[in-house]
């Protein structure tokens, strides 16, 4: 048993949160880690297979260079928490908060974000691709260079975010497009819009 996967099982025995620690090139595989509450705990190249972080909380943490295999943070609560690097493909965040957090090189592909929140973020140079981002709601958060292609965005809240450096590709909207209501797009992106909305554009 790894020196993480220790620390871990003793916080969540004893009902406390993991605060204060760093771990580096760790391994944890198989735990049940919900509800449990972590405070500036740091992780450097730390890797999590089927690990369940359900209802977890994350306070002033940062993940560099982690990867997440299998791993759960349905109805988890990020905030001012870093990560960058990360690979979590295929996790599930339903209904997951973050608040003022910053997102770099985030993996994220065909993860599970219904119902998630961001507000107060960053993300920059971020996988999206062909997530499950319905009613996914979107606040004051700056997007750079995400890739959304193939994300279902159905009764997403997208008003005033600013998608113009986001790929959005083959993406899913309602009938009425409704989602980009109130959103920022460039210009080259509104023939996607028109495909949706079954309009043919000459050239």
């Known amino acids: 048993m790894s020196d993480m996967e220790r620390a871990l099982l003793s916080a969540r025995e004893e009902g406390e949160q993991l605060a204060g620690r760093r771990f580096d090139r760790e391994t944890a595989e198989g735990l049940d880690l919900s509800d449990l509450t972590f405070r500036q705990v740091q992780f450097d190249r730390c890797q999590f297979a089927d690990c369940d972080f359900s209802g977890a909380a994350f306070y002033s943490c940062s993940f560099e260079n982690c990867a997440f295999s299998c791993c759960r943070f349905a109805v988890s609560l990020w905030k001012d928490t870093g990560l960058s690097g990360c690979k979590a493909e295929g996790g ?112």
Do not use: Y
């Open 92 to 203: 599930d965040f339903r209904k997951a908060r973050f608040k003022d957090c910053s997102m770099s090189g985030l993996r994220l592909r065909w993860s599970n974000l219904t119902g998630a929140l961001w507000e107060r973020c960053a993300l920059a140079d971020c996988d999206l691709a062909e997530s499950g981002c319905q009613e996914l709601k979107i606040v004051k958060t700056a997007l750079k260079s995400v890739d959304l292609s193939g994300a279902d965005l159905f009764r997403a809240v997208l008003k005033g975010a600013d998608l113009s450096g986001c790929t959005l590709d083959g993406i899913t909207l309602s009938a009425s497009c409704q989602e980009l209501r109130g959103a920022k797009i460039h210009a080259s992106q509104a023939a996607v819009v028109a495909r949706i909305l079954g309009i043919e554009i000459a050239d």
